[in-house]
């Protein structure tokens, strides 16, 4: 798999991550569905770190500490570690988001 998709897809997760976040706050959906799409970021974002070079894995590697540190506040209900938590998980996203930007542009001059 290229990493732009890997990049695509992390930046997918992150998306869904923080949507299903907004609806475990609202008791729609049990936490154990947001848990296991934490798990799932926190995979892709160590096979992008394993599979890039340079700038991007730092960045993938800065991924992997946003989500283990947002894992450790999650569980608190405190209203400002809430909102801390949101704009860790919103790092996460921009994170993926220039990353696939990097590997897009990187195709175009190939």
Known sequence: MKQAMISFIGAGMSIVQI???????????????????????????????I????????????????????????P????LLSVIHLFLALGVLSNFSVMFGIESERGREK
């Open 19 to 49: 949507l299903d976040g907004d609806l475990v706050s609202l008791g729609v959906i049990p936490l154990l569905v947001h848990m296991a799409t934490a798990v799932v970021l926190l995979v892709i974002s160590a096979v992008s770190a």
């Open 51 to 74: 599979r890039t070079s340079g700038i991007e894995r730092r960045m993938s590697l800065g991924n992997v500490g946003l989500v283990i540190v947002d894992g450790v506040l999650g």
């Open 76 to 79: 608190f209900l405190n209203p």
